[in-house]
């Protein structure tokens, strides 16, 4: 079987809990025998240093990147406001990480599209214009909840309000994912319960941080 992991950012060096989230599932699947590409953003806070990586790891994902600049911007985002799109989501789409995309999709016959966290969901219109493959969101959470709570806890209320919208945005987007997916692989038992109440009519497992396992 062959896979491409799709990353918001490099799963090594693992010094957060995306990281070493997104490195489980890329040893759990080398551990089964897969065959592993790993394709990711490269940005300011994590940059892809392909020249401090093992060779061994390098040689086994074939990984590739691309820079972008994910950093927040207010122009940017308070236009997005306008248009109801997503700007938490936006950011994260590049041109040139598209052009990376569709390249590794015309030179390989993949079997699984690996996307990892709602921030590469950007990109499955090019998948799916490129490619047959299955594609699997490995949700790291249910963005729009985490905006939601902070515009609940917010007393400034101009800062509660935008938070409210950005929040309100995120679950539109997200629950219109659900329908352009073929399955979720959530990362606590918890998610996996929201997503049921989200109506979620797509195959879901549920893989904790620790346990190297698939999705299949």
């Not at 994912?177 to 979720?184: A, C, Q, R, T």
Request: aromatic share 8%.
């Amino acid at each position: 079987m062959k896979i491409l992991q799709i990353c918001h950012k490099p799963p090594i060096p693992s010094k957060d809990g995306g990281c070493i989230a997104m490195n489980n599932i890329s040893q759990g699947l080398l551990g089964l025998n897969y065959k592993l590409k790993i394709i990711t953003l490269s940005t300011s806070k994590h940059p892809l240093l392909l020249n401090k990586l093992d060779l061994d790891y390098k040689k086994n994902t074939l990984i590739e990147g691309v820079f972008v600049d994910t950093k927040l911007n207010i122009i940017d985002a308070f236009s997005n406001l306008v248009t109801y799109d997503s700007y938490n989501i936006s950011r994260f789409f590049s041109p040139d990480f598209n052009s990376l995309l569709i390249d590794t999709l015309n030179n390989n016959d993949f079997d699984i599209i690996h996307l990892e966290s709602l921030f590469t969901t950007p990109y499955i219109k090019t998948i799916r214009a490129n490619s047959t493959a299955k594609i699997i969101l490995r949700s790291h959470n249910l963005e729009y909840m985490i905006w939601e709570r902070l515009s609940n806890e917010s007393n400034n209320p101009a800062k509660k309000i935008y938070l409210k919208i950005l929040s309100s945005q995120l679950k539109k987007y997200e629950i219109d994912i659900l329908n352009l997916v073929d399955g979720i692989a959530t990362i606590s038992s918890e998610d996996l319960a929201k997503y049921k109440h989200l109506a979620c009519n797509k195959p879901l497992i549920n893989i904790p941080v620790l346990k190297h396992s698939i999705f299949l």
